[in-house]
């Protein structure tokens, strides 16, 4: 059985899986200690969670004021026992057609931003020699997908291998990596119904429950996007192109 996780930090908390994640971890009993852009979204969600819940503004692109932020929540609460890499974005548009600001801004917040992310949750695990450093990579992670999502995928599977490496090298010892890998979840980012897109709460509670056990890595919701994975990776491309 894992050790209670009790000091939980998340990234991206103000809106979508970031604040469920909040609400269903606060309901559990743990203390929170919750970032994102919006601070004004963030003391609004405080203010309807039980417990104690920490609160700090916080842009990912912004690798001084993560370690600073992630270094005082340590200090505020004592230790952290969990972080919760989910802050990201989805913006982009094929590859050569004049999107690539926005193709940069999605590899400065999910790439970037979420090294920034590990790389201070890892500083601090590895001063407790205790931790478990969750990353919210998604199902793109598995394929290269067309059209504005091409570069999303990579960055997941960039986010995906770097969890893996970290993962690697702390082997044996008392910290703990997991990877998540989301399919269609209700969010800001797929705020539209579709056959595939699960309910934010039931999404996150499969979410929580996988967290909670501490595996590698884990398919949310379990059904259907396990028994798709083998078939996302094999898909041929004209397949995959007009699926997607």
């Known amino acids: 059985m894992q050790a209670l996780r009790k000091h939980i930090l998340i990234t991206g908390a103000s809106a979508g899986i970031g604040a469920e994640l909040a609400r269903q971890f606060a309901h559990r009993g743990r203390s929170l200690a919750l970032c994102a852009r919006r601070l004004p979204a963030l003391e609004e969600l405080r203010a309807e969670l039980p417990g104690r819940v920490l609160v700090k503004q916080l842009d990912v692109t912004d690798p001084d004021a993560v370690f600073a932020v992630f270094r005082e929540f340590a200090d505020e609460l004592g230790r952290l026992d969990r972080v919760i890499v989910n802050a990201g974005i989805a913006r982009g548009g094929p590859i050569g057609t004049g999107g690539h600001q926005a193709n940069r801004e999605t590899v400065e917040t999910n ?25 919210v990579s998604s199902m793109a992670a598995l394929r290269g997908l067309p059209g504005s999502v091409t570069t999303y995928a990579a960055t997941k599977a960039a986010l995906s291998s770097l969890a893996e490496g970290i993962r690697v090298d702390v082997v044996g010892t008392p910290i703990k990596v997991t990877t998540i890998l989301p399919g269609y979840i209700r969010s800001d980012m797929n705020p539209e119904p579709g056959r595939l897109i699960a309910e934010t709460v039931p999404a996150v509670r499969s979410m929580v429950a996988a967290i909670e056990r501490e595996p590698r890595a884990a398919y949310v919701p379990p059904w259907p996007w396990r028994v798709l994975a083998p078939v996302l990776r094999h898909l041929p491309a004209r397949a995959l192109k007009k699926a997607t």
């Open 111 to 135: 790439v970037l931003g979420a090294l920034a992310q590990c790389e201070a949750a890892m500083e601090i695990f590895r001063r407790q020699n205790s931790g478990h450093l969750v990353v």
